[in-house]
């Protein structure tokens, strides 16, 4: 499976402009451009909490599924937001656990000046 292209060909993240750069084997990384249109604040350009959620769950899936190398539906995703993402954003995603019926990844979200503006747990289903 391609894992880049299936991702980058969800409507919902084209529309985003959700990128994943990077994905071997339990590894993934991606990005988003901040622009005006996925920004919370109308004086600033502040990623809405949709946009980092989305990214996040987005890497998180394809690291899985670099392991699995099928679609793996997102079962659960917490996500604690630690500051506002100014800037374009990107992933980093490393599996936890891959197991026959759920895998767990563990993602962090990162503002253009290195600050981490998230970090979230997402569970997959994997069988």
């Not at 004086?43 to 998180?60: C, N, P, Q, S």
């Amino acid at each position: 499976m391609d894992v880049e292209s299936f991702f980058e060909e969800m409507p919902f993240a084209e529309l985003l402009g959700v990128e994943v750069t990077e994905v071997d084997d339990g590894h993934a990384e991606g990005r988003v451009e901040m622009r005006e249109d996925l920004s919370w604040n109308a004086d600033r350009e502040m990623a809405h909490g949709g946009v980092t959620f989305t990214l996040a769950d987005t890497v998180g899936g394809a690291a899985l599924v670099s392991v699995v190398d099928q679609p793996v539906p997102t079962i659960d995703m917490r996500i604690d937001y630690l500051k506002a993402g100014t800037g374009d954003l990107r992933a980093e995603a490393d599996v936890v656990r891959c197991g026959s019926d759920v895998g767990v990844v563990d993602v962090d979200v990162i503002a253009e000046d290195g600050t981490v503006v998230a970090d979230a747990r997402g569970v997959y289903k994997t069988g």
